[in-house]
DNA sequence: GGGTTAAATGCGAATAAGATGCATTTACAA
DNA sequence: TTGTAAATGCATCTTATTCGCATTTAACCC
């Protein structure tokens, strides 16, 4: 099973539904809401019950493993591993593809702020608009 | 009750819901929930059903007339007027205040992306962070 | 390897934001 | 003033996520 196989994160119990959705989590490319995960484990045969996939997620939520985010102020969130790496999405209004921003504009951005005391610890940035297949309608 | 008692935006009827929910978002400073519009509608005797609420915002969300947001990944949505000029938030992780963030580092950025067709509508940021009051803990 | 135990999962039920359906009421045009 | 389409009151539904508890399981000890 990939990397997890022997590279076990410390500190946490090994069972088959963790290794299940961290190895799903490793093979994905974007990220995947928690209903997303459970139907992919439950092709593979490693059946789980949602609320333990959410509560697994929380978990490697909190161990700094997996990264939560909500695009589009859509009420679903989505989970991607955490590669320690800074990333931002574009979305497409249309499909919903979600495509990877390869660049920041906050390297260099002072923010400017009423309250000049504000300890900045990140941001959420995300872009949207119509890909290239949504474009011509 | 202000601006909105001479100034009707056209193609609706003018109900005392509605003129309710426009006055208190022209009187907030700050984005608030529907939830925060019903509190207050009641407070001043105009009180309304939640669900008329959040009809009364999806219209006037249709109209242009305002805008939601869900910050930090919150699983609640909060409505602001639209004063048509762009705008972000710096919201603090502890207390949740929300800042007007004065510029955008958006201004002069050219987004990298896979797709080289994708068509930028817009974009949503955020900063997080502590602010003064919560920053010494 | 077998037993012990704290932690994890299965499963159902609870929450909470928001949407929907329908009967009643209301704004507003004729 | 009256007719009517649209808006609201109210209840109920939906959907993502969380919680509680009985059962199961991983991992440590012998």
Redesign the pocket.
């Not at 059946?47 to 929380?58: C, D, M």
């Given at each position: 099973m990939a990397d997890s196989q022997n590279n076990?994160p410390t500190g946490?119990?090994?069972?088959?539904?963790?290794e299940s959705?961290l190895f799903i989590l490793e093979e994905a490319e974007k990220p995947l809401?928690?209903?997303d995960i459970c139907s992919k484990m439950d092709k593979s045969g490693?059946?789980?019950?949602?609320?333990?996939?959410?509560?697994?997620?929380?978990?490697f939520i909190k161990k700094g493993i997996v990264l939560?985010t909500?695009l589009m102020n859509?009420?679903?969130?989505?989970f991607e591993l955490n590669r320690f790496k800074h990333k931002h999405y574009a979305v497409c209004m249309n499909c919903n593809k979600i495509l990877t921003l390869e660049n920041c504009p906050m390297e260099r951005f002072i923010p400017k702020l009423e309250d000049e005391d504000f300890h900045v610890m990140g941001h959420n940035l995300e872009i949207f608009g119509f890909c290239k297949d949504c474009k011509a309608h």
């Open positions: 076990w946490m119990k090994r069972t088959k539904q963790r959705v809401s928690a209903l490693d059946t789980a019950w949602l609320s333990t996939v959410y509560r697994i997620l929380e978990l939560k909500n859509s009420d679903m969130s989505v």
